[in-house]
């Protein structure tokens, strides 16, 4: 069952130069308990797409149209005072870099304090207190009654990130967004904070959004997984059809760009071309200038995601159920 439904949903930014259009009518689902990973360049609306969930995007932004539906209610709707409610209670994000996200003239045991003060009032000092030596105990920052006192840069990388996926999890939230939860961190935190946050899932049944341009730390903790290019989606699969039966050019594209262990020295194939401006209005394919297989019709009629499986969705015009559908437009 669905705990999150976007349907067709448009963002976009007012700027000095225009209106940059960083989401273009992006549609899925989030199922109750699930892992879902999102992959994609920088600029390909990952972080937007989230933050539209939010209500974050800013003076700049607005969703322009679509549905944000999270518990049978439409999230766009909302007023500014009930968004407030849901964000940190029921949805819970993590940001990208967890030394500008963290206060540091403020003890981290403080900063832990403050959702609990504002999402569960009825809770005396005791009380919260208690609940903050628990989380952190359980992400792994001990001993918990020390290190409450302590300031953030007291803290490596590595910490300062599971003190951020406390402070996510302090309300205990239905949907945990990760924004690029693991940049920055070497190779061995990384597999720390992706086993903490698989294990924390387990322990509460929340739901988590994966964001990432890494296809290794999708691999590492999603189950399914959206390929997202110029605010489109691409492809929407379980983890291991987008590895091993990826269909959409980019994804393609993507795969061929990870480096090959068993292989140090064949040489890695990069995506031909630039990302397209988002200024601009598409009437196509967003990836036809980039595409090696692209006509001249993909250049002028957008592809819909097609199910070429029951779990497969693929936005691209090769996959068109029937040959003669393009044939008809061409």
Not at 117 to 124: I, Q
């Amino acid at each position: 069952m669905s705990i999150l439904s976007i349907r067709n949903l448009y963002t976009s930014f007012e700027t000095f130069s225009g209106e940059v259009r960083a989401v273009n009518g992006v549609s899925f689902d989030l199922e109750r308990g699930e892992v879902l990973g999102i992959a994609g360049e920088s600029g390909s609306g990952k972080s937007v797409t989230m933050l539209s969930i939010l209500g974050l995007l800013g003076s700049s932004g607005r969703v322009k149209s679509g549905e944000i539906i999270f518990d049978g209610r439409d999230l766009t709707k909302l007023r500014i005072s009930e968004l407030e409610e849901i964000r940190g209670k029921r949805i819970s994000m993590i940001f990208q870099d967890p030394m500008t996200s963290l206060n540091p003239v403020l003890r981290v045991g403080y900063q832990l304090e403050e959702s609990l003060s504002r999402h569960e009032p009825e809770l005396d000092k005791k009380s919260r207190r208690l609940r903050v030596l628990e989380i952190l105990e359980r992400v792994g920052i001990v001993p918990a009654d020390k290190r409450v006192k302590q300031y953030p840069h007291e803290f490596s990388g590595g910490q300062r990130q599971r003190i951020m996926i406390a402070m996510a999890m302090i309300c205990k939230p239905d949907i945990l967004i990760a924004d690029e939860p693991t940049t920055a961190l070497d190779v061995t935190v990384q597999a720390q904070i992706l086993e903490l946050m698989r294990n924390l899932r387990d322990q509460y049944g929340m739901s988590i959004i994966l964001i990432t341009h890494d296809l290794g730390v999708l691999a590492g903790i999603a189950e399914r997984a959206i390929i997202m290019y110029a605010g489109n989606i691409c492809e929407i699969a379980t983890r291991r059809e987008i590895f091993y039966q990826a269909r959409h050019p980019y994804t393609l594209g993507l795969l061929r760009s990870i480096p090959n262990p068993e292989k140090p020295r064949e040489k890695l194939l990069p995506i031909e071309g630039q990302p397209p401006n988002l200024l601009r209005e598409f009437t196509g394919c967003a990836f036809a200038e980039r595409c090696e297989n692209a006509s001249e019709f993909c250049m002028y009629n957008k592809p819909e995601l097609r199910n070429i499986s029951e779990s497969h969705f693929v936005s691209c015009w090769n996959f068109a159920k029937d040959a003669k559908e393009r044939k008809s437009l061409d």
